[in-house]
Nanobody, 123 residues
Framework: QVQLVESGGGLVQAGGSLRLSCAAS????????MGWFRQAPGKEREFVAA????????YYADSVKGRFTISRDNAKNTVYLQMNSLKPEDTAVYYC????????????????WGQGTQVTVSS
């Protein structure tokens, strides 16, 4: 079965950095657009970043542009999210998601989800 397993979350001070990883199994990774979403307490899950299955395009929420970078290693079936200049408002559970090919960066476009990893940014 398909599994997406996130890692790399933790507690960091404002201005610091973290790198999240998501290891995928049970799917043809090269054919999947990989995305990151986040959900803060009391808020809806929101799109953060995605990388097109072809590797040709990356997409970012305005709130993270210039601070976060998404990348993927098809040989390792892994997608990464490098998060720099972190702010307290980045505090959330971060979820990895996968969609076959690409149809958009909205919640329902994604077919599979990980369990999430907590990121907490202290001020």
């Amino acid at each position: 079965q398909v599994q997406l397993v996130e890692s790399g979350g933790g507690l960091v001070q404002a201005g610091g950095s973290l790198r999240l990883s998501c290891a995928a199994s049970g799917l043809p990774f090269r054919m999947y657009t990989m995305g990151w979403f986040r959900q803060a307490p009391g808020k809806e899950r929101e799109f953060v970043a995605a990388m097109h299955w072809s590797g040709s395009n990356t997409y970012y929420a305005d709130s993270v542009k210039g601070r976060f970078t998404i990348s993927r290693d098809n040989a390792k079936n892994t997608v990464y999210l490098q998060m720099n200049s972190l702010k307290p408002e980045d505090t959330a559970v971060y979820y990895c998601a996968a969609q076959r090919f690409y149809s958009g960066n909205y919640y329902s476009a994604y077919d599979y989800w990980g369990q999430g990893t907590q990121v907490t940014v202290s001020s």
